[in-house]
């Protein structure tokens, strides 16, 4: 890999610091009114799906600049070294290869001199034969059954990306099964998702890369159990049982036949998971075709982002946006505001794909960064958050950029819902960034000591993503969309997108208390006062339970 320098020492850096302050005044207002052009001059178009990026705080030159610091970043040589299988999650020392997930059969990507593109697709291939079997009735469980309930187990990219996909491909979803999702080890998690089905009929899909991740572990115990209490004989859960992961030792472990077992490599991060065999319980729900049609949408916004120049490169844009905000507007958040109920989960999905991603403030140089890197994500579904947060997103003293996501046309027409759900999103992307002054609030009659209350500022700035219609395709180039933004921001950032050393500690501790709050004696603790007194008055008040 070049070396480059810090990032804050990069003459295209320093140039953009420049800019910011020459033009951190300027209002949309102003440069809408100065350029008749500007909602098409600043769009671009790939896979399907259009991006108007036009009510951003930004000028011609401040796209000029920002290409420039990527270019001086290095990100066209990081996007040939991922596509071409190099190590560049160098912290873990892996390649970095979701995109072979989905690449034609015809295409050749080698991890240390191995074609991995015919491995994936015979994963595949055999994830659509067992699909069809459940879903057609021919997978049955132990006494004869078919299934009628899938219980995908699994935490984090074991499941945000599995239940993201579920819900949003709902619409194209077989309702003879039902499907549920069980991540938390909070037993209610388990309990409330068993509680009213019947063991005959449920199939257990336990999803975890490692096979090691305590709480999927407990949560598949707890399944086996559940099942056994009902079947009795343990040849039942070869039935009832599949696994998905990269440890076939600790699933022959757990008691699933590794014939049972689907697998994915270490080259694929658990956040970028989703379109490998992680995506099982997704292609049980809407079936081998539409699966491969969203890898297909992935495939198509992977190409673009590789081939594409950066100044018409949507995920380059988004990410670079994202870089422009964060660190020269000083935005702590970013908000994503799907205006479409099926992505409901899209969120909760880019909450860890873009903070355990860019959630790190230690360089590849081993430095501390000296500059913010990922911003909190969050988002609800509009028009929800409407009539929730979108106050201070108008009026509150931070700055959240913001990405609408809307579709053309409705899966589900309902009188003019769809046109009512798309023109309150085209509102609100006009009044964060053109506002109303004071004067145009007296003007409407307001007086004169209410006008500053009933006056938005404006300004704030907003992308908006506009596909179709919501399909398997377009859902996959959502997503690889978001994926290579944030790999774009990751390397402006200089920080390494793929490993996720962050969770270590917090898992560490647990399992050392653990045994703490089981153990039979009341030896003194050895924690700081405040965890000593808090296990202690849980330990006491739990054990006072009849
Ligand atoms: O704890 C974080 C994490 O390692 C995520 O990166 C990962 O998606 C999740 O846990 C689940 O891991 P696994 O699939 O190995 O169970």
Redesign the pocket.
Known sequence: MTRIPPLTDLPAWQALKTHHAAIKGLHLRQLFAEDAGRGQRFAAEAAGIYLDYSKNRITADTLRLLVRLAEACGLRERIDAMFSGERINLTEDRAVLHVALRAPASERILVDGIDVVPVVHAVLERMAAFSDQVRSGRWQGHTGRRIRTVVNI?????DLGPVMAYEALRHYSTRDIDFRFVSNVDGTDFKEAVSDLAPEETLFIV????FT?SE?LANAHAARQWLLDAMVSSRAVRRHFVAVSTNAEAVAAFGIDPVNMFGFWDWVG??YSMSSAIGLSTMLAVGADNFRAMLAGLHAMDQHFRRTPFERNLPVLMGLLAVWHANFFDARTMAVLPYDQYLKRFPAYLQQLTM?SNGKHVTLAGARADYQTSPVIWGEPGTNGQHSFYQLLHQGTQLIPCDFIGFCQTLNPVAHHHDLLMANLFAQTEALAFGKTTEEARAEGTPDWLSMHRSFEGNRPTNTLLAERLTPHALGALIALYEHSVFTQGVVWQIDSFD?WG?ELGKALAQRIMPELQAADRSPLAHDSSTNALIRRYVGIRDTRT
């Open positions: 699994g935490i984090g990219g074991s999803c975890s890369k490692t991740t999927t658990g956040r355990e996720q969770v």
